[in-house]
Structures are given as C-alpha cells and as structure tokens.
C-alpha cells in the first residue's frame, strides 16, 4: 500500500481499531513464541535464562487493549514497545544485550508495516500475516 492510500485511510475515517487490535495481538503472539522457544538454546537464545510465561502475555495484551481505546488515528508503536519491552517482559530481563534483543524482536513485529498488510517475518509464507483474521 502505497504514502497516499495510507493517507486516504486516516484522512477518510478508515481507521478500524477492532482491525489494527486483531493485528497487534498477531503480532504480541508471534512474538512471545519467539522469545518462548529462545530460551530453549540457552545462552545462544539469552545470556541469562528468563522465566517468561503466559501472565507477561495476558498483562501485555491488556496493555495493548488500554492503548487501543485511548486512540483515534496513529497507534503508539513507541509506546507499545517501551510498555512491553521495557516493563512488561522487560521487567525480567537484566542483561544490556539480552535487553537489546528483545527490544529488537519488538521492533520487528510491532510498526507501522503490519498494520497496512506490507510486514513480513519470513521468506517463507506460512509465517506472514493472514488475510483475514475470521474462524472459517
């Protein structure tokens, strides 16, 4: 989606939050499997061994419903990584680099791209976003 569609959108009242909100938690979900199957390789996943568990989930979700309630246009993807990575599992984490690369997998699922359909995490398909996001 190209500069002016993305405009069109906000300008036009396009901005459909139960969408964006179904994304982002696509997205948080992602990556707590992510940083989840990191601690499997050891001191090759984190320098220290975290307990993350599905409660830095649950509050993170949260956090992202709070944020979505209070916006009307641009979604606060700085807020959303400091809230998550800094505190929520980032309260966790005590090593700089480890602390870096959390930020880093957050960046990478939370921006701007995700929300217009251009994000990829892949160059295999099965892990992009899906079209739609209903049961069927």
């Not at 938690?25 to 984190?46: A, M, N």
């Not at 568990?53 to 709070?66: E, I, R």
């Not at 929300?115 to 209903?134: H, M, Q, R, V, W």
Request: aromatic share 16%; proline share 3%; charged share 25%.
């Amino acid at each position: 989606m190209c500069i002016r569609d993305r405009y069109q959108r906000r300008v036009h009242g396009e901005f459909n939050k139960q969408e964006f909100g179904q994304k982002l938690v696509y997205s948080l979900c992602l990556f707590h499997s992510v940083i989840l199957e990191r601690k499997k390789f050891g001191p090759l996943g984190f320098n220290i061994p975290y307990e993350f568990s599905d409660n830095d989930f649950d509050v993170s979700k949260q956090t992202l419903f709070y944020l979505l309630d209070d916006i009307d246009e641009d979604v606060p993807f700085n807020s959303i990584i400091y809230l998550i990575g800094g505190i929520n599992y980032g309260g966790r984490v005590t090593d700089n680099w480890d602390r870096r690369c959390l930020i880093a997998l957050l960046q990478k699922y939370f921006n701007n791209d995700i929300l217009f359909g251009e994000a990829t995490f892949s160059s295999i398909e099965e892990y992009d976003y899906p079209n739609s996001f209903s049961i069927e």
